[in-house]
């Protein structure tokens, strides 16, 4: 009898995400791509993979020659302030999508939306935020939003 057919089977219950694997033509470019728009730390490189460091979570970069376009299939990332995010794009080669949300497709197709951490729920435990180096605030909004869920601080 499998897992899923007992009927007292208590199901696993999603806690996050742990991390991203993108997909893109060569990893030292994609390295160079992010960086020209986010700071960030290398967790590790090695052939054909790199890893970049989110505190509890990270981004895997890995190399695949098969060419791809996102069209709603995306993530969000979380930054601290995203203020000159639009203009990096640009410069690093980054294609901006239209749209309400700060959404952009990197060299290799993958579509990133880019979203400022004091505007919503999502929330880092404060040691991690420490650790990290951040010392950010929520919105009265994002606030709500948590209070809602009864996940307010």
Known sequence: MSETSQPDAKKPRLVGINHIALEVGDIDQALDFYRKIFEFTLRAKRPGNAFIELGDQFINLMESPTPHEDRRRHFGLVVDDRSSVRARVE???GRLLPGPFLDFLDPWGNRVEVV???????????HVL???????DKSEKALRELADKGMAP
């Open 91 to 93: 410069e690093a080669g």
């Open 116 to 126: 400022e951490y004091g505007n919503i729920q999502f929330t880092k435990a404060p």
């Open 130 to 136: 420490s650790a990290m180096g951040f010392d950010l």
